[in-house]
């Protein structure tokens, strides 16, 4: 076997010009805002003695222009998640991007469907952005065919959409582990994704549909996750945007206590309780309800975070017999505490401070609680959500606070937050299918009008995203339809779809309004080419 260099200088040489090739894309305008923890000279080792172009990066440009011209201008583009190369087709009449989400692939995409648990195959999302890639590429060659076939005098009257749309990509939580993130960026930027999200759900333990159990990783592995999609980008070459996305709103459990940025949002007992497991195990024994048996702890436990606990504790106070401040008020002792636990103190150092200045230690067990696949019980709040967002604004390039049944104002509270600190900042929202927007969460009918607009005028959030479409949507115009062709026959669908359909003017590119438009003859054009036609037509 030959071996590859036989000048280990040239080599060398070879190594250093692709150091400098990266060293010079990290400055573009793209590129200059992303700060890395690697250096060029890391990414050149990890890459191919020869790397492959990108094909996604002209689309990934696309959509970095794109959001920043809505951030310039206060506006936002507002598109659906989609699986359909069908329903792509016509949304690009309208929207400049398409969302492809790993929930409506897991619905719509997979041998054995289900809801939006994420466990369908690693390499589905990949799989269905490949499709909707191609299809927008045929779609475009036959448009342009069309266009050719047609004096340039005739081709203003002509339609001419653009469907080669960015297609934002559904990540997930990484599937696995970092090398498990980093395969999965990898067949996602091959397959054509210009943007992709990661979360910081834990794996194999999302459920979002028995009313509690949002589960959620340290904040350390979330922060791995998103260096994983960047590293992955980076060696790849690729100018794919990376949406930081955190689904920390409503969690109910963390994985892990292993971070100490966490602790302050860890819940735990404050009574000597029985462990909330045991409990439950002796209840499903007996036959009773487990989640009535859960209740009934949570009640007889004393469920609060430490610093609940400490504040609790001080409350209680008579007055100080102990510690390093007698003779101060409660509020001064609560003030003292609460100005030396700052993000990051872990539990044993708050509990060190808490004995420091009390005199005696607070009970607080974090381990009583824990589920039956031991996760910790957690605390949401927007601070948590505001503080991993700003860990990774370093590496990503949208921001996006996952808000299910969102209240108004935390909506608000985070953006406002997060703008102060980075000006000028895209954010990404993505709107349920099943909120009532309640006044008590801050809604009106006014404001529920114009949010999309506000937001993206306000806020930044220049690209926002409903998911739930081709599930709702779609399925009432089918049902309207299976109804109406069952009831009324071919008389009835030549009357309300085959007429309006094929009288429109113009006739629509992609419809099977004329076969002449709908890529029915561009096979023919290519027997035509070959048989040496000119099929272009310019006068």
């Not at 400098?20 to 060029?40: D, G, N, S, Y």
């Not at 008020?329 to 003030?335: A, E, F, K, Q, R």
């Not at 113009?506 to 000119?534: H, N, Q, R, T």
Request: net charge negative; charged share 25%; aromatic share 10%.
């Amino acid at each position: 076997m030959p071996e590859q260099w036989k000048n280990l200088q040239e080599e060398q040489k070879a190594f250093q010009d692709e150091v400098a090739r990266i060293e010079e894309w990290w400055k573009t305008p793209r590129q200059a805002a992303i700060k890395r923890p690697w250096t060029a000279g890391t990414i050149a080792s990890l890459r191919n003695t020869a790397p492959l172009p990108c094909i996604v990066n002209p689309f990934a440009m696309k959509l970095w222009d794109l959001l920043h011209e809505h951030r310039n201008r206060g506006t936002a583009e507002l598109t659906f998640g989609a699986t359909d190369p069908i329903a792509v087709s016509q949304m690009a009449k309208y929207m400049r991007t398409v969302y492809l989400s790993g929930g409506l692939s897991g619905f719509s995409e997979n041998n054995y469907p289900g809801m939006d648990h994420a466990d369908y195959p690693w390499d589905t999302v990949p799989k269905v952005v490949d499709k909707i890639f191609k299809s927008q590429q045929w779609h475009d060659q036959r448009q342009r065919q069309v266009r050719m076939q047609h004096p340039i005098e005739q081709r203003d009257t002509l339609e001419n959409w653009d469907y080669l749309m960015p297609i934002i990509a559904d990540g997930d939580m990484g599937f696995g582990s970092v090398t498990a993130t980093l395969k999965s960026t990898k067949a996602l930027v091959e397959s054509g994704a210009a943007g992709i999200h990661i979360d910081d759900l834990a794996i194999g333990l999302k459920k979002f549909t028995i009313g509690q159990g949002r589960t959620i990783v340290p904040t350390s592995e979330y922060e791995d996750r998103v260096k994983s999609v960047r590293l992955q980008l980076d060696i790849m070459g690729a100018e794919t945007l990376l949406f930081a996305r955190c689904d920390l709103d409503h969690a109910d459990f963390i994985t892990s206590v292993i971070d100490p940025r966490d602790h302050e949002y860890v819940l735990g007992a404050t009574k000597p309780v029985r462990p909330l497991q045991a409990v439950i195990d002796e209840a499903i024994a007996s036959g009773k309800s487990a989640t009535a048996a859960r209740s009934d702890w949570l009640a007889s436990a004393g469920i609060m975070t430490f610093d609940e606990a400490v504040e609790e504790q001080i409350r209680s106070l008579e007055h100080h017999t102990k510690g390093s401040i007698d003779n101060q008020s409660n509020d001064d002792l609560l003030d003292k505490y609460r100005s030396r636990v700052s993000y990051g103190i872990s539990l044993s150092q708050r509990r060190a401070i808490a004995e420091e200045l009390l005199g005696v230690s607070v009970f607080f067990d974090w381990e009583i609680p824990r589920s039956h696949n031991g996760q910790y019980l957690y605390r949401s709040t927007v601070k948590a959500i505001i503080e991993r967002a700003t860990l990774v604004v370093p590496l990503s390039d949208v921001s996006w606070a996952r808000m299910d049944l969102p209240n108004y104002n935390d909506i608000k509270s985070y953006h406002e937050t997060m703008l102060s600190r980075f000006p000028g900042r895209l954010f990404a929202f993505a709107w349920g299918g099943e909120w009532g927007f309640p006044s008590s969460a801050g809604w009106t009918p006014e404001r529920l009008k114009t949010v999309s607009q506000d937001m993206a005028r306000d806020y930044g959030v220049v690209w926002q995203i409903q998911p739930m479409y081709m599930i709702q949507g779609v399925n009432m115009e089918i049902e309207k339809s299976a109804e109406m062709w069952v009831k009324e026959g071919m008389g009835g669908y030549y009357e309300k779809i085959q007429l309006p359909a094929t009288q429109r003017k113009p006739w629509k590119v992609d419809g099977y309004e004329k076969m002449s438009w709908c890529g029915g003859y561009l096979s023919d054009a290519f027997f035509a080419a070959i048989a040496g036609e000119e099929i272009q037509k310019n006068h």
